[in-house]
């Protein structure tokens, strides 16, 4: 019996030692430097969302589908109604920058084509560096204004 | 049966005592730099700049004699107001094109250090507050420039038909006939250059801007040349690409500099705007770096947007070669906002640790005080800065510094 109390101890002891240095590697392991915004729930780095009050539903993509950083890209901002309507004419305004560094955007974007079924290109898209942006836009069209913001990170 | 149970007590002992190694050799054989990290340092590895792209705006740009008239034309003192100044008195070809001193001094004292030129073709935006728009517009401002060659661009007109007639026809073709064109005139320079200007035909105009443009098309030429050189840090970025945890001999780093390597990369920030492998964003950020006393007010950025886009040399003017479409940078310029003030080009770090003075009117004259600013953050004289305290140890501001060494070795 006593023996079996030992073995036991010494299971306990040997397990917390083990734990101990567990524990001590896990704190002196390298931590990967995460993206800023890292925790950020999936849905919210979503490429297509619905406007703040719900009246469109937009989406935003790289026109040539990756994103390079430190170049000036076209993306592609796709409005529909709720129902599956492209809207047409619509006005739009950017603004934006990464927020955890107190900057704007490097580039002024706009809107510099209508593609059709609801497509606008985005002209002058550039991302200096790799970190949480933020790009608002501002959509007036004849169902009304509203605003949409889109998380990209690099 | 005594032997069975001591036999079970040893091999309990045994799995244990494996269990334990394992965990601590797990310990000492940890990866010297994660995944993330790897990734990173193989971002600011010299074999990560692509190659230089084609400059459209300038069909000469990769035109060789065009390069060896604009070599020609760098180092010549007689591209100046007063015959002593040429681009290479402040971009000295042994100094990495620049002259270690707080701000440059040409014909008169300047405002602002002297940049060096490594990869610069690589630049979007030049001067410090990106006043410039492309590598061959910037050639021509110092030329003009009362404290930098303090020359004007009738006279260098007449210069270059004087003394590279030749060469620059056989480059450009046919000068123009300038012997009716006043042997000085600029709409930049004195009152009686100007009143000679703009007594100037617009034809007569026209033909002294395009030789004057041709002049910055050839030293640009040139300057694409002037590439950033293999330091110890790519030799070491190469070694840890292959997969070597730790690059040894002449790849190794250390260990002072791995810490500040992985204080670059991570906790100090630097990495957030020193990105790439030019160790450069490109871009123009406040980091309330101070002003310096008794010179005039600098803000910047915001005061170089006005000036870009007045410039007849930019990307939109008549004397871009190849179409529009080159022009984004301009195009989709920022033009106002509070960010761009006392907002600066982001300098490359390659080869910084053997040219000091800092910042760009030479505030730092050390690495220490650099990374000493950037731990302490102070709000900036104007507008706001970007940057925000660190909490950085004696220890590791100066592992930062040893880090930037190999970038210059």
């Keep these: ?154 | 049966m005594c032997c069975s149970e001591r036999c079970s007590k040893m091999n309990r002992f045994s799995r244990l005592f494996a269990l334990l190694a394992m965990a601590v050799l797990a310990g000492c054989g940890k990866p010297e730099f994660s995944d993330a990290e790897k990734k990173t340092i193989a971002s600011l590895a010299l074999s990560a700049l692509p190659p230089l792209k084609a400059d459209t705006t300038n069909r000469f740009a990769d035109v060789p004699a065009a390069a060896a008239l604009g070599a020609t034309l760098f180092f010549d003192a007689g591209m100046s107001g007063d015959g002593k100044v040429s681009c290479s008195t402040c971009h000295k070809i042994d100094r990495q094109f620049q002259d270690d001193l707080p701000r440059a001094v040409g014909v008169g004292r300047t405002n602002r250090r002297t940049m060096p030129l490594a990869g610069v073709a690589h630049d979007a935006w030049f001067f410090w507050d990106g006043r410039r728009d492309s590598l061959w517009a910037q050639a021509l401002a110092p030329l003009e420039n009362p404290l930098e060659q303090a020359g004007n661009r009738a006279a260098y007109a007449h210069y270059i038909k004087a003394r590279f007639g030749e060469r620059y026809e056989r480059i450009f073709g046919p000068l123009p006939d300038l012997s009716n064109v006043p042997a000085n005139a600029s709409p930049l320079g004195g009152d009686a250059e100007k009143a000679a200007w703009n007594a100037m035909s617009g034809a007569q105009a026209e033909d002294v801007n395009r030789v004057f443009a041709n002049i910055g098309k050839a030293i640009a030429a040139f300057e694409r040349s002037i590439a950033p050189p293999q330091t110890r840090f790519d030799r070491f970025a190469a070694a840890l690409d292959t997969g070597i945890q730790a690059p040894q001999g002449d790849d190794a780093l250390s260990p002072e500099e791995i810490l500040g390597l992985k204080l670059f990369i991570g906790k100090a920030n630097c990495v957030t705007c020193h990105n790439g492998p030019r160790f450069t964003d490109g871009g123009f950020h406040n980091t309330g770096v101070p002003s310096v006393a008794n010179l005039p007010p600098d803000r910047g950025r915001i005061d170089a947007v006005r000036q870009v886009e007045a410039d007849p040399f930019n990307c939109f003017g008549a004397f871009r070669d190849g179409d529009a479409g080159a022009c984004g940078e301009l195009r989709f310029m920022v033009k106002a906002g509070p960010e761009l003030v006392r907002a600066y080009k982001t300098p490359s770090l390659r080869g910084a640790a053997t040219r000091a003075p800092y910042m760009h009117a030479g505030q730092f004259s050390s690495l220490e005080e650099v990374v000493a600013h950037y731990s302490k953050a102070p709000a900036s004289v104007e507008g706001l800065s970007e940057i925000q305290p660190l909490q950085l140890s004696d220890r590791e501001r100066a592992a930062l510094v040893t880090f930037l060494k190999t970038l210059a070795e």
């Design chain 1, 1 to 154: 019996m006593a023996s079996l109390w030992r073995y036991v101890l010494a299971g306990v002891g040997l397990a917390a030692l083990l734990a101990g240095v567990l524990a001590a590697v896990y704190v002196t392991a390298p931590q990967a430097p995460r993206p800023a915004g890292y925790e950020m729930a999936g849905s919210e780095i979503a490429r297509s969302k619905e406007t703040a009050n719900g009246l469109f539903v937009a989406s935003f993509e790289p026109e040539r589908g990756v994103i390079r950083q430190g170049e000036l890209q076209s993306w592609l901002l796709t409005l529909k109604t709720n129902a599956g309507t492209p809207v047409e004419g619509a006005a739009i305004s950017i603004s934006g920058g990464m927020p955890q560094h107190r900057h704007g955007l490097p580039t002024s974007p706009h809107a510099t084509d209508y593609l059709g079924d609801g497509r606008y290109r985005i002209g002058g898209v550039k991302f200096t560096m790799s970190g949480l942006w933020q790009l608002h836009f501002a959509i007036s069209a004849a169902a009304g204004s509203d605003t949409v913001v889109f998380n990209v990170l690099l």
